[in-house]
């Protein structure tokens, strides 16, 4: 079974910094891209970015562009996102989540295409 595990979230103010952490385990997690999802109070869950497989492309949601930054590293089975000049409207539960399909090098936005989530970090920018 698949495990994902994130870590990393806290309050922080606006235009502060955090990096969040996903660990993977129970699946050749080099094989497959990763994403960062994020779900507000209220809101359907949504795309922040995501990562193939070897680390060799990366996409944003246009809100985050500039500002976050997706890294992996397979030989810790991990996955992070940087999140820089953090804004009120980035406060949201972060979930990373394993690519459905192994070795795609289309790197999906949609949640359906992504098998297994983690238990999601909390991340709150306020003064």
């Known amino acids: 079974q698949v495990q994902l595990v994130e870590s990393g979230g806290g309050l922080v103010q606006p235009g502060g910094s955090l990096r969040l952490s996903c660990a993977a385990s129970?699946?050749?997690?080099?094989?497959?891209?990763m994403g960062w999802f994020r779900q507000a109070p209220g809101k359907e869950r949504e795309f922040v970015a995501a990562?193939?497989?070897?680390?060799?492309?990366?996409e944003y949601a246009d809100s985050v562009k500039g500002r976050f930054t997706i890294s992996r590293d397979n030989g810790k089975n991990t996955v992070s996102l940087q999140m820089n000049s953090l804004k009120p409207e980035d406060t949201a539960v972060y979930y990373c989540?394993?690519?459905?399909?192994?070795?795609?090098?289309?790197?999906?936005?949609?949640?359906?295409?992504?098998?297994?989530w983690g238990q999601g970090t909390q991340v709150t920018v306020s003064s």
């Open positions: 989540a394993i690519d459905r399909v192994i070795g795609r090098w289309y790197l999906s936005p949609q949640v359906s295409e992504y098998a297994y």
């Open positions: 129970g699946r050749t997690f080099s094989t497959y891209a």
């Open positions: 990562i193939r497989w070897n680390g060799g492309s990366t």
